[in-house]
């Protein structure tokens, strides 16, 4: 039980929004499509949910083909990026708007309480008398959300919901949006070009790039198994550091070079790792300003920026030529130009292929 689509095929006039795309949802997932702009991810939503139709290939829901069945007449709810509300309706009406308009009749008392129980899940109880214009951006958008809960629809999808909402909001919405959305049953799909809203909030995770789904998968196996560095430095929060390096012998030893001062044993992994040219990855808070552990590599840069977000601080530090991105999880204030040793954890490594760019060896289970 659940969506499935299979080859979709879709352009526009000669160009291609999707190729060949083919993925099963389960109910119960909480699906995230994850991607650049123009990746295809709001016209892979459009198709499943019935918005538009595929070029070629199928939807299915439940097993049943339902890639002719036009939108109203599926039992879906849709969440935009603009919030779609009527002006000239208070949030009551247009909470209550989609059970008024739906097949299934619904007695008044019944509409009342499912508005007003998806009001409260929604803190939006104290505006129900208002008008869109006199309610607060967050409170619009939660508003549409609510208009698409109150259906009890099998299948919900949303389209960058919390696009246009402040830094404190999407993060307040993103932790209730999970709740609430898991807790109806079906299955959930959400575009958002945000790893961090994947990384939060879904079960699992397809990763698209030029209208292809380069990756699908549970949410940690993906992040712990990008397929290729481009899933790997797109869906990371922070920043992966992506650097050339190189695996050979010196002086019967294996190394992996990343620059002059930075060479890495790898002598351990010799019967499963080839010589060659290699793409490596490290997520930036395996980077560290101070000793952390044991067998850490510590090499010399120079601070470019120091960035606080909240009780963290970005640093840009610059090696030999190359910028790496450093996670400190404290508030640390670095003067521009502070010579610094940072130092490298060897065991969070991915090695890319660097001809073929998909991933070949990990330097951790
Ligand atoms: N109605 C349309 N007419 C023409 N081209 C379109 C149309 N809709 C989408 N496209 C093109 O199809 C490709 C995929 O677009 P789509 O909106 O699906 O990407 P997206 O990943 O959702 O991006 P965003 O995050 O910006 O919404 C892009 O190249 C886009 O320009």
């Known amino acids: ?119 409260e899940l929604l803190g939006l109880t104290g505006v129900l008398g208002h008008y869109p214009e006199e309610v607060s951006g967050g409170q619009k958008q939660r508003t549409a959300i609510a208009r698409a809960l109150v259906k009890d629809t099998r299948f919900v999808f949303l389209d960058e919901p919390l696009a246009n909402l402040d830094y404190k909001l999407r993060e307040e919405l993103r932790g209730e949006l999970k709740s609430l959305l898991t807790h109806k049953g079906g299955a959930v799909v959400y575009a958002t070009p945000e790893p961090v809203d994947a990384l939060s909030m879904s079960t699992h995770v397809a990763y698209l790039q030029d209208g292809r789904v380069l990756q699908y998968g549970a949410l940690q196996d993906v992040y712990r198994n990008p397929a290729s560095v481009e899933v790997g430095a797109y869906f990371s929060y922070p920043t992966m550091n992506i650097m050339e390096a190189d695996v050979t012998t010196e002086q019967d030893r294996i190394f992996l070079r990343i620059s002059e001062e930075i060479a890495i044993d790898v002598t351990q992994f010799r019967d499963r790792l080839a010589h060659g040219q290699y793409l490596v990855g490290i997520r930036a808070y395996n980077l560290y300003t101070a000793q952390k552990g044991e067998n850490l590599i510590a090499f010399s840069a120079t601070v470019e920026l120091a960035e606080e977000l909240g009780s963290d601080t970005e640093l840009h530090v610059r090696h030999q030529g190359q910028v790496f991105v450093v996670l400190m999880q404290e508030v640390a204030r670095f003067p521009i130009g502070t010579q610094i040793t940072v130092y490298l954890d060897p065991s969070r490594l991915f090695l890319f292929d660097r001809a073929t760019r998909q991933l070949a060896f990990k330097t951790f289970a």
Do not use: W
């Open 1 to 119: 039980m659940g969506i499935a689509v299979f080859n979709i095929e879709k352009s526009y006039e000669a160009t291609p929004a999707l190729r060949d795309v083919s993925m099963e949802i389960e109910d119960g997932a909480f699906v995230t499509l994850l991607g650049a702009t123009g990746a295809g991810k709001t016209t892979l939503l459009r198709i499943m949910c019935g918005i538009d139709r595929p070029d070629k290939g199928r939807v299915h829901y439940d097993g049943a083909d339902v890639t002719r069945v036009p939108v109203r007449k599926r039992n879906v709810a849709m969440v935009y990026q603009e919030f779609v509300n009527y002006p000239s309706m208070t949030i009551y009406e247009n909470i209550a708007s989609p059970l008024r308009v739906s097949k299934t009749r619904h007695t008044k008392a019944d509409i009342d309480q499912k508005v007003r129980h998806n009001a």
